[in-house]
């Protein structure tokens, strides 16, 4: 191909050789793979410059065949060809990090994995199109990948396309530049109206694209038509993207439309201990619980946070268990001017009101003092960052749920009939906000 393209100008070779696929040799000529049956007339349209270009590359072959993927069954390739064949069927373009193995479930996807799964189980069958909105770097990319990654595992033949709007914006644009030939527009068509399913990412980037839209509709209707599946993603509800044509709009709700939002603080320490794991990160649990209790954008920022303060504690020899370290790490990443509140600040507010050492109410201690100011730190822990029980019961020296559970009990009821209680609530919740 390389010395086709020296002899044939750019238009021409990006046209009719570009995209041909080299099958096997038969009859001592090179059969090439063509995406459409018009391409058969290349063998007359440059008979001349194919054999100059055999001539200058020396290949022991007599011409070129030029056949689609419908007639390759009339050719027998040999054994190393057809395990090349096999070989080439397993390719993946999605990344095999993203599966539904990987991806952590909590109340903000829990619906959107749920039906992501059971595309990928009967892709066409249900939920089509399957329609995903939500805030940058909250999972929607991974939930595409997970399904495209799950529908080979089960059918590697199957054709997947994935693509962002702005891909599809191109490939149409680029179908339109030679008004005069239809070859490039029937290629357009072939490539997104031959798929098994098609994935579109951050569909509201088609704003002001009348033309395209128009042809985004047609497509999402042949493939509906034949049940293919459609996956679609974008950062608002379908009615929300008043830019699109209402014909378009409908199209999108037609199916099932779900929803990915910001992860609580339970959710984001169970993607940072899942990471940590998966990377073989030598993190503290105190770290990740302050990286999950000051990171709330997005799992990306949560993600680069956590490898930011892995690299800095090897970088600098200190330990993630010290606090004043990682701060350091994210202070490009947080405001560490300001105060910020997580379990150890309450910890230490609780400790200095109540008059006692950290290490008391964290470790076996059971004086009433110490229990009380335990409960209590463990009550305002969990009321005022939502951490979840089992993770509260990490920090105060690996207690079980159910003592967690007891205490918060015990404090939220006192706090609405003791008084005295009330006013240590807020002695301490004040200590917090002056900090």
């Known amino acids: 191909m390389s010395e086709l393209e020296v002899l044939l100008t750019t238009v021409s070779f990006d046209m009719w050789f570009k995209d041909l696929e080299p099958y096997t040799v038969e009859n001592d000529k090179l059969v090439l793979i063509a995406p459409l049956n018009s391409f058969k007339s290349i063998n007359k349209n440059y008979k001349d410059q194919i054999k100059k270009a055999i001539e200058n590359s020396g290949a022991k072959i007599s011409g070129i065949e030029i056949i689609t993927k419908a007639e390759t069954d009339n050719y027998t390739l040999s054994d190393e060809e057809e395990k090349e064949e096999d070989d080439s069927d397993t390719v993946n373009m999605f990344?095999?990090?993203?599966?539904?193995?990987?991806?952590?479930?909590?109340?903000?996807?829990?619906?959107?994995?749920?039906?992501?799964?059971?595309?990928?189980?009967?892709?066409?069958?249900?939920?089509?199109?399957?329609?995903?909105?939500?805030?940058?770097?909250?999972?929607?990319?991974?939930?595409?990948?997970?399904?495209?990654?799950?529908?080979?595992?089960?059918?590697?033949?199957?054709?997947?396309?994935?693509?962002?709007?702005?891909?599809?914006?191109?490939?149409?644009?680029?179908?339109?530049?030679?008004?005069?030939?239809?070859?490039?527009?029937?290629?357009?068509?072939?490539?997104?109206?031959?798929?098994?399913?098609?994935?579109?990412?951050?569909?509201?980037?088609?704003?002001?694209?009348?033309?395209?839209?128009?042809?985004?509709?047609?497509?999402?209707?042949?493939?509906?038509?034949?049940?293919?599946?459609?996956?679609?993603?974008?950062?608002?509800?379908?009615?929300?993207?008043?830019?699109?044509?209402?014909?378009?709009?409908?199209?999108?709700?037609?199916?099932?439309?779900?929803?990915?939002?910001?992860?609580?603080?339970?959710?984001?320490?169970?993607?940072?201990?899942?990471?940590?794991?998966?990377?073989?990160?030598?993190?503290?649990?105190?770290?990740?619980?302050?990286?999950?209790?000051?990171?709330?954008?997005?799992?990306?920022?949560?993600?680069?946070?956590?490898?930011?303060?892995?690299?800095?504690?090897?970088?600098?020899?200190?330990?993630?268990?010290?606090?004043?370290?990682?701060?350091?790490?994210?202070?490009?990443?947080?405001?560490?001017?300001?105060?910020?509140?997580?379990?150890?600040?309450?910890?230490?507010?609780?400790?200095?009101?109540?008059g006692i050492k950290k290490s008391d109410i964290i470790g076996k201690r059971k004086n009433k003092l110490i229990s009380n100011a335990r409960q209590m730190a463990i009550y305002l822990i969990n009321d005022m960052l939502g951490v979840p029980l089992s993770s509260i019961g990490e920090f105060f020296g690996g207690r079980d749920h159910t003592t967690i559970m007891y205490a918060r009990d015990k404090m939220t009821d006192l706090s609405k009939t003791d008084h005295l209680i009330q006013a240590q609530i807020n002695d301490i919740k004040s200590m917090l906000e002056k900090k």
């Open 95 to 354: 990344d095999p990090g993203y599966t539904f193995d990987s991806f952590v479930v909590g109340d903000s996807n829990s619906i959107a994995y749920a039906a992501a799964e059971a595309v990928a189980k009967a892709p066409g069958a249900c939920h089509n199109p399957l329609f995903i909105y939500g805030g940058v770097g909250l999972g929607k990319t991974h939930i595409m990948h997970a399904i495209a990654n799950y529908i080979l595992s089960q059918n590697k033949k199957a054709k997947i396309l994935y693509v962002t709007a702005e891909q599809f914006v191109n490939d149409y644009i680029d179908s339109l530049k030679n008004n005069k030939d239809n070859e490039l527009n029937k290629q357009f068509r072939l490539k997104y109206r031959s798929v098994d399913v098609l994935m579109m990412d951050d569909v509201q980037f088609l704003s002001g694209k009348t033309s395209t839209q128009e042809a985004l509709f047609h497509t999402f209707n042949d493939l509906y038509q034949f049940r293919k599946q459609i996956v679609l993603t974008s950062d608002r509800h379908p009615r929300e993207l008043t830019f699109l044509q209402d014909r378009l709009k409908s199209r999108f709700q037609s199916g099932l439309t779900v929803d990915i939002t910001k992860p609580s603080i339970e959710t984001r320490i169970a993607i940072l201990q899942k990471k940590a794991y998966a990377k073989k990160y030598d993190i503290s649990q105190k770290a990740v619980f302050f990286i999950a209790e000051n990171i709330t954008s997005n799992i990306r920022e949560l993600e680069g946070a956590l490898s930011k303060v892995v690299f800095y504690c090897s970088l600098s020899g200190r330990s993630s268990d010290d606090l004043e370290a990682v701060k350091d790490a994210l202070k490009d990443c947080i405001d560490v001017s300001s105060h910020v509140i997580s379990m150890d600040s309450i910890a230490d507010a609780t400790c200095a009101y109540y």
